[in-house]
């Protein structure tokens, strides 16, 4: 069965610290896509980064970086130097491929970066 | 301008109502979703639609029924509505299966 788990229910940080955000998937499959949504309390989903399980590289775009590791099951989103405006529930997804797209959500992780 | 778009955005409606749900997409995409956001911020898939087919149809009760009349446009009506089915509702679109989803605003459903 398919399986995303994001341990860390709530983190609260001060503005310009460091925050990792934990992402842990299952699956059987050799070929899928993992992806991170970021909903903030205006309540929008906003897509953040699609990654596909080949492809094993890092990823950094601006303060966000992502370490995506096949070996431990892993797709952990970092953001560097937060800010308030980045309080917000993100969201670590999975989706196997050819399988109509379906995303399988994890239970999301609230970030609270106070001023 | 908006890519994904829901009317409405706040849904407050009796038992054993029906109502529905638009949704639109302006990115020229294939494939398009419906979710369901419980009040703890889970996400759930109900339907997904390609190319105006149903492609996913999640165990959701038969009350629910969505409607594609073409590529750009994915409807969600729901009948005899419950308390349990206040929740949000997110209409997504994605270029095609497997690729990233967009989100519309939601739709905030509350059955009183």
């Known amino acids: 069965a398919q399986k995303v788990t994001q341990a860390q229910t709530e983190i609260s940080v001060v503005e310009k610290e460091d925050v990792t955000l934990d992402c842990v998937y299952e699956?059987?499959?050799?070929?899928?896509?993992l992806f991170w949504y970021k909903q903030p309390p205006s309540g929008e989903l906003v897509f953040l980064i699609r990654r596909n399980s080949f492809d094993e590289q890092n990823e950094i775009s601006g303060r966000y970086s992502w370490n995506f590791q096949k070996s431990t099951s892993s797709f952990n989103f970092t953001i560097t130097a937060s800010q308030v405006v980045d309080s917000a529930v993100y969201f670590c997804a999975l989706s196997r491929y050819n399988q109509g797209g379906k995303l399988i959500f994890g239970q999301g992780t609230e970030l609270s970066v106070k001023p | 301008d908006t890519a994904v778009s829901q009317t409405p955005k706040y849904l407050v409606t009796q038992m054993g109502n029906d109502k529905s749900i638009k949704c639109e997409q302006n990115?020229?995409?294939?494939?398009m979703y419906w979710y369901k956001q419980d009040s703890k911020k889970f996400l759930k898939i109900m339907f997904s639609?390609?190319?105006?087919?149903?492609?996913i149809n999640e165990t959701v009760p038969n009350r629910f029924s969505p409607k594609s009349p073409d590529k750009a446009h994915l409807n969600l009506h729901i009948n005899s509505l419950e308390l349990g089915d206040s929740a949000v509702y997110f209409c997504?679109?994605?270029?095609?299966?497997?690729?990233?989803?967009?989100f519309g605003p939601g739709t905030r459903l509350t059955v009183t």
């Open positions: 639609y390609n190319n105006k087919e149903l492609i």
């Open positions: 699956t059987r499959d050799t070929t899928y896509y």
């Open positions: 990115l020229g995409h294939d494939t």
């Open positions: 997504a679109s994605s270029q095609d299966r497997d690729y990233e989803q967009y």
